[in-house]
């Protein structure tokens, strides 16, 4: 079967929680702490494992690829994942664990999508029902995690915040406050087409937020998928083996081709292995919440 292992003692999520975050607005910040669910292959996904030839490198622009992150309302900093755009009206795709607290108590906490040094403010559409928190859960069976959010002005009473990027610090080591409320009408966002899907042994690329150290910086990390599989729930899943797999904060990341369309949404780190991931399939995307 295919399994899921969290846990807040387990490193090797793929959101990453901010258990000691300070203030994103005008008090001084804690550093960020990163700590987050994490899911196991417990290979039903039949098929030869292989070795992978993998580099992970900082990325190109790639500006259809963005931060979100969690905040509690007086601005403390609680989680952060990464998404993408597939319309220019800010329509765009994460996974479910990446939006679960804003979801499931929207007075306790607040979504956030960091863009080209500004902020906006975020809708979720529909996201996948989760019987746990994933923070919380120590294992379970990997599934259907997909959220749909959509980015729209930030509110009125966030105008004087400014944000922390989690990751980044100034030259005497303190966080820099350096991103700024949109202001305006939404722009036209950069977005990402669907493809058709992984092939098995066929080469990807992972581009998100998932290297705590550089969490500002977007990276690549290139990978081999290595099984296909569908889930108990029907959800198609793969399995990506990367040299340098992502880190933590990768959840919700588009998984590319060599065209740069979408063959899956990268969700999940194997806790049992040092190289493997598992990543949702693109067939699952067009319908996200259905």
Not at 87 to 107: C, E, F, I, K, R
Not at 226 to 245: H, L, N
Request: net charge negative.
């Amino acid at each position: 079967m295919i399994g899921r292992a969290s846990g807040a003692g387990d490193h090797r999520g793929c959101a990453a929680p901010a258990r000691a975050a300070g203030a994103w607005g005008v008090r001084q910040p804690r550093a960020w702490a990163a700590v987050m669910a994490a899911a196991a292959l417990a290979l039903v996904l039949g098929g030869p494992g292989g070795p992978l030839s993998a580099v992970g490198e900082e990325a190109p622009p790639w500006p259809g690829v963005f931060q979100v992150i969690t905040t509690t309302p007086e601005g403390r900093g609680i989680a952060r994942g990464t998404a993408f755009f597939i319309d220019p009206s800010g329509l765009a795709l994460t996974n479910s664990h990446v939006v679960y607290h804003a979801q499931h108590d929207p007075d306790s906490y607040v979504l956030f999508a960091i863009v080209n040094k500004e902020f906006y403010g975020v809708e979720i559409v529909c996201a996948s029902h989760l019987d746990t928190d994933p923070a919380e859960a120590q294992e379970g069976p990997v599934g259907r995690d997909l959220a749909e959010i959509r980015l729209t002005l930030p509110d009125r009473k966030y105008a004087w915040w400014l944000i922390a990027t989690p990751g980044a610090q100034s030259p005497d080591g303190q966080p820099n406050f350096d991103v700024a409320p949109h202001t305006g009408s939404l722009p036209y966002f950069p977005f990402f087409t669907l493809g058709d899907g992984p092939r098995e042994r066929g080469q990807v690329r992972v581009v998100g937020y998932g290297r705590i150290s550089k969490a500002a910086e977007k990276i690549v990390a290139t990978g081999t998928v290595t099984k296909m599989a569908t889930a108990e729930d029907g959800t198609p899943v793969f399995e990506i083996e990367s040299a340098d797999r992502p880190e933590r904060g990768i959840s919700g990341s588009p998984v590319l081709n060599d065209q740069d369309r979408v063959v899956g949404i990268y969700t999940w780190n194997e806790p049992k292995s040092d190289i493997a991931g598992i990543a949702i399939s693109s067939a699952a995307l067009a319908a996200p919440c259905p």
